[in-house]
């Protein structure tokens, strides 16, 4: 944006409970009021100094197959760091490199270095599938741990920033539980004639129901940190394949 004039001007943050006075208020900062509105002149370019990077390490042990027994566990260890988000389609000209985004609002420029939200340092995976003592009856099974997303507290300064939320905190001051969950497959295989192998299976996702949030509701004020959305409960799914 190289038509806007956005104005430094000092609030205080008024802390999670979004009530200016109380003992959990914050210091005070600086935000950008865009005044008078509407001058805005947007070009599209390669914003000067924009960076993200990716750092991981990853072991995987592989037990071949062995009466039966097919295995193979996995643990990664990673680090994403940047001055913009890794959210969907974030290098499309969406979200912080958008309109709207880091390189125009001054306001979603604060805060905005550091972890991303889509950082997850742990990340652990263990497959296996097992043979059942009934002919043609396998049992697979899929263990997965990932670390919580991190995210920020926000606060509303007033339409003037033109955002809902103007970010008070670095992301990765707040952090969603972690996600352990395994998923499980029963299949039972038989030949339909000489060229086909027919399939039925149940699979169940989400064996153990874990609940666990994978956003909350980062702006101050009375559901502060309360979860708005959730990973999906124990499902169940059934069908049929044929190989030919």
Known sequence: DVGTAWTPTGVTDPGPDNVRGTSDDGGPMTVYYDYPPDDADLILTNPTGAFRRYDALEFVAIRRSAR??????????????GNFNNEFSSNAANNDLSVNGDFVNPNRALFSEGRTTRDYPHDVKVLGTYPLPWGGVRLSVVYRYTSGRPWARTVNFGPLTQLLGTRVEPI??????ATNSADMRVEKTFKAGTA???????TVFNVNNQGVPFNAASASGPNFGLPI??????RVRAGVRVIF
Do not use: K
């Not at 959305?229 to 124990?234: E, K, L, S």
């Open 196 to 202: 086909a192998i027919v399939g039925l299976f149940a």
């Open 68 to 81: 039966g027994l097919d295995l193979q566990a996995s643990y990664t260890w990673a680090r994403t760091r």
């Open 229 to 234: 959305a959730w990973v999906d409960p124990r």
């Open 172 to 177: 990765g001051s707040q952090e969603l539980p």
